[in-house]
């Protein structure tokens, strides 16, 4: 099915959309329980011709496998990060701003345009992200992964 979100959106001025039952968004401010939490991803799927990709972005910093922090936003990467990991976020509004990413294979990071949203669903200890990522469909398979608290 031919969808450009992207119009959807500029509708709704990036505020979260209806479709299909689902409510979709453009990114998630993902809650932290505090200005210092320890935290887990897991990609549990991609399915695209892209490589797929996760951004993580906060007021504050990150904190991969005890190495050294990392300020403000990170990309993690389905061909070269671990399938799963643990890191630890410290931020000073308790948040992070979760995006799908692609690149086309240009090189070029990209989100947020043509068919790209997300539905979230919520979890016990996290949220799982279902995406899709500019390809003009609905499948919401592009990359799908998780965000725990550890």
């Known amino acids: 099915m031919l969808i450009i979100f992207q119009d959807e959106f500029n509708k709704s001025k990036g505020k979260p959309i209806k479709y299909m039952g689902k409510t979709l968004v ?3 401010r993902f809650p932290l329980t505090g200005k210092v939490t ?3 991803y897991r990609i549990i ?11 993580l972005k906060t007021k504050g910093g990150f904190t991969f ?3 050294e922090e990392i300020t403000e936003s990170i990309g993690i990467w389905e061909d070269t990060a671990p399938r799963e990991g643990e890191f630890v976020c410290r931020s000073q509004d308790k948040t992070i701003e979760v995006v ?3 690149d086309t294979g240009n090189g070029v990071v990209e989100s947020w345009y043509n068919g ?3 539905w979230i669903e ?5 949220r799982r992200y279902h995406c899709n990522d500019g390809h003009f469909d609905d499948d919401f398979d592009d990359i799908v992964f998780e965000i725990l608290y550890a």
Not at 45 to 55: D, L, V
């Open 100 to 102: 799908n990413v692609w």
């Open 26 to 28: 453009m990114l998630d």
């Open 45 to 55: 799927s991609t399915n695209s011709e892209w490589r797929q990709g996760i951004s």
């Open 38 to 40: 320890k935290l887990k």
């Open 122 to 126: 919520e979890l016990p200890d996290g």
């Open 116 to 118: 790209a949203a997300m």
């Open 65 to 67: 496998g005890g190495r």
